[in-house]
């Protein structure tokens, strides 16, 4: 148990729709990375929140957009789904970004894009 | 970030030591290594994490060759509980993301 947790576990959405994915980080941590990860691949950064503001970016277009609050839970929100869009969606929650930091991982929102 | 090379798979028997390998040639003085593995249906893991010095914790062990250009997890005795896809990762400071790549797919033999 990593104190993340992530919800929905699982989620059917037809291509065109909206989603909403939600994170709540371990208690204390400040810092929130969103990551997807198709199968058989390992996990690729989507964005990561600092203290409710965007702190870097991976190579995702603009439909990706997240939010953090100032409990320091996120969302990640995807609009005009595509199929390649299905993956597992992983949460990870640290006490701030520096190379020295761990990440703490929730066990991820499984997507299904139909 | 600068990037990690491992082998796809690798098997271990139960109870024996597990040497997990990661050519990182590229590293930058400052880039960290970082080691977190994923057992099915989960998320990653933390395992280890080192500079120049190798590391020890209760998971593992870290060693750091001295040019730095490779790297080794030792599981001590793998257990059945430690087969999951082992990611060797790279942390610099300009970047604030993992870079997981595919990593190695531990296979533990009972």
New interface residues.
Partial sequence: E?G?TQSPTHLIKTRGQQVTLRCSSQSGHNTV?W?QQALG?????IF?Y?REEE??R?NFPPRFSGLQFPNYSSELNVNALELDDSALY?C?SSLG?G??T???????TRLTVV | DAKTTQPNSMESNEEEPVHLPCNHSTISGTDYIHWYRQLPSQGPEYVIHGLTSNVNNRMASLAIAEDRKSSTLILHRATLRDAAVYYCILRANTGNQFYFGTGTSLTVIP
């Fill in positions: 990593t993340v990375s990551y691949q390992g996990p690729q950064f990561q600092y702190n870097g991976g992983l990870a970004h190379v020295n761990e990440a703490f991982f929730g066990q991820g």
